[in-house]
């Protein structure tokens, strides 16, 4: 079936390097993409978005990155802090009325000071 | 800031037991959705709801039942709690824009003995 997957089920680094979360999906139909943020306890919180017209979008710190060609979606976070210690989780959705988001196995992401 | 909340945050029940899991949301979205998770594994939609009485099931075969009386409000209840119903239930809400941005609630932990 259509699936959203990472690639690592857990990524640590240092406090101050770039950190970056991958992700592959299947479904060629998906034009939208979310990252979601999960620490412990909590739920998941959003991140950042990003079209399938686009190939990159930047927010604070943190930038997504679109490859349609090889269908694979990247997190990268700049200066890595301890309080990014968290799940990241990508979500792919089609787009149309009435389709729900699919969400993809985690990576655990560890930073250490 | 996500304006959803959930309650109970954390609930242990015996086995047999009729419990409602509560879920209401301030924005206004006339989507909300209910996810299965188990700690630190992807999301798994359970049941969604486009509008007022409007009811899905979701991806992953459930027990439980939900209700949409009012745009606000989305419940979840389970008739007779299980052991295997042990898990974290998140709730979250998203426009009807097409953009599918899911905003979510900070989760109830659900343990079944």
């Known amino acids: 079936g259509e699936s959203v997957g990472l690639h690592l089920p857990t990524l640590s680094v240092q406090e101050g390097d770039n950190s970056i979360i991958n992700c592959a999906y299947s479904n060629s139909a998906s034009d939208y993409f979310i990252w979601y943020k999960q620490e412990s306890g909590k739920g998941p919180q959003f991140i950042i978005d990003i079209r399938s017209n686009m190939d990159k979008r930047q927010g604070q710190r943190v930038t997504v990155l679109l490859n349609k060609t090889v269908k694979h979606l990247s997190l990268q976070i700049a200066a890595t802090q301890p309080g990014d210690s968290a799940v990241y989780f990508c979500a792919e959705n089609k787009g149309q009325a009435g389709t729900a988001l699919i969400f993809g196995k985690g990576t655990t992401l560890s930073v250490s000071s | 800031e996500a304006d959803i909340y959930q309650t109970p945050r954390y609930l242990v029940i015996g086995t047999g037991k009729k419990i409602t899991l509560e879920c209401s949301q301030t924005?206004?979205?006339?989507?909300m959705y209910w996810y299965q998770q188990d700690p630190g594994m992807e999301l798994h939609l359970i049941h969604y709801s486009y509008g007022v009485n409007s009811t899905e099931k979701g991806d992953l075969s459930s027990e439980s039942t939900v209700s949409r009386i009012r745009t606000e409000h989305f419940p979840l209840t389970l008739e007779s709690a299980r052991p295997s119903h042990t898990s974290q239930y998140l709730c979250?809400?998203?426009?009807?824009?097409?953009?599918?941005?899911?905003?979510f609630g900070p989760g109830t932990r659900l343990l079944v003995l």
């Open positions: 979250a809400s998203s426009e009807s824009t097409g953009r599918e941005t899911q905003y």
């Open positions: 924005m206004g979205h006339d989507k």
